[in-house]
């Protein structure tokens, strides 16, 4: 999907399409972001460095906070169009002997990122957002109204002015450093990676079920995303020591007899052909949400512990965020270092004690000590597994 970028006016100079507000990045965040503010009226834009349908690591578990926010947006059709897997209960499989498990309080699904990024994009589109795909921007200047955006794209450089911008373009990103962001420089040494494998390949998992696996100084997430395949989602820290993500798993099935008995015969043999996504060095620390006067939606303002299933979520709750201050500032002509605080101060309210907690709870799973005192806890009070699953999501 994409539209083409403005081309070269008669006299040669680049035409200069103005918006209220360029968002960069069209994924869940980027695009609710865009629908939400197209409908309401502004001229929108997104800028999206990569052809749709592509993957990338998520763990593809959608909880409450995606299901309400497209029903907002009138997008349930849409959404179970693409047949995605609906999920209602998690269970907790670590080393030892038993497994713990609590049902989901809430409508969940499991569904590729690819067909949902793809759903969303088009619908911007269709209500009346600009697309300008592929291209990616290479430099954000202030100037006395706005914004200036240099764009490249496969039909050369262009330049766009806008309003308002919104950085919707995951965890990291080159503009990052070229904004100055208060992102350490040194390795996190904590990668995600993101398998996608037929069901044929499992023993026994349950379409309904989502499981979170632990190992050494890892965790892995495995769920169901349509009737063929199942996505296979670890987080790791390379801290001890680099290992390769095919042979993590066999690490993994040799010290996880539940992981072990998930997995056919076939499966090993089979590991080194299925394609992998990941993303190195990933920062769970604090960043900040307004940079420059713009605005940071998902990951680009925060990224959750993976083991909370809230990454979408937080995304599409973070660009409804954004776009009810923005209209609000539209209506009441409000000055921009309001609407920035305003935005800044909801997105802390909505999303800091889980991202915390979610946090605190990856800490755990990466201790050995850490996951004995967890698996001791909830032996003793089983209902904290449901208690922590509530306390992760909005």
């Keep these: 999907m994409g539209v083409p970028m403005a081309g070269l006016s008669e006299e040669g100079s680049m035409t200069e399409p103005q918006y209220d507000i360029a968002i960069i990045g069209g994924g869940p965040a980027g695009s609710t972001a865009a629908l ?52 209602t209960s998690f269970r907790f499989c670590p080393e030892s002997a038993r497994t713990f498990a609590s049902d989901l309080k809430f409508p969940a699904y499991g ?69 100055h962001r208060n992102i350490p420089q040194r390795r996190s040494r904590l990668v995600g990676v993101k398998f996608h494998i037929h069901k044929k390949y499992l023993n026994s998992m349950p379409d309904h079920e989502i499981h979170l696996y632990t190992g050494h100084h890892m965790y892995c997430g495995v769920n169901v995303v349509n009737d063929e395949t199942v996505t296979l989602c670890f987080l790791e820290d390379r801290s001890a020591g680099e290992i390769q993500p095919r042979a993590r798993i066999e690490e993994l099935l040799k010290i996880n007899h539940h992981f072990a008995e998930l997995v056919s015969s076939d499966f090993i043999g089979l590991l080194s052909s299925f394609p992998i996504y990941g993303t190195p060095d990933i920062y769970f620390g604090t960043k900040q949400q307004i940079v420059n006067g713009m605005y940071m939606v998902g990951d680009a303002a925060q990224v959750i512990a993976p ?30 270092v309001l609407m ?16 915390s907690l979610a946090r605190k709870i990856q800490q755990l799973l990466f201790s050995a000590p ?25």
Excluded at 66 to 79: G, P
Excluded at 130 to 150: C, N
Excluded at 308 to 328: H, W
């Design 36 to 87: 939400y503010l197209s409908r309401k009226g502004f001229r929108t834009c997104i800028i999206e460095k990569r052809f749709f349908p592509r993957e990338t690591l998520c763990g593809e578990f959608l909880s409450r906070e995606v299901v309400r926010i497209l029903d907002d947006l009138q997008l349930m059709k849409e959404f179970h169009s693409l047949s995605p897997n609906p999920i």
């Design 111 to 179: 569904l590729k990122r690819g067909a949902l990024d793809s759903m969303l994009l088009n619908q911007a589109h269709l209500a009346g957002a600009e697309v300008y795909q592929p291209a990616s921007v290479e430099q954000v200047e202030k100037t006395d109204t706005g914004y200036t955006l240099q764009i490249t794209g496969i039909e050369g450089r262009q330049q766009i002015n806008s309003r308002s911008v919104a950085c919707a373009y995951g965890k990291s990103n080159p503009l990052d450093k070229t904004l």
């Design 307 to 336: 083991l909370a299933g809230d990454g979408i979520g937080m995304a599409m709750e973070s660009a409804q965020i954004l776009a009810s201050v923005l209209d609000e500032g539209q209506k009441h002509a409000l000055p921009d």
């Design 340 to 355: 920035q605080r305003m935005y800044s101060e909801r997105w802390k309210f909505n999303f800091r004690k889980r991202i």
């Design 370 to 394: 850490g996951k004995k005192a967890g698996e001791f806890a909830l032996t003793v009070y089983p209902s904290l597994l449901t208690h922590m699953i509530e306390r992760t999501r909005g």
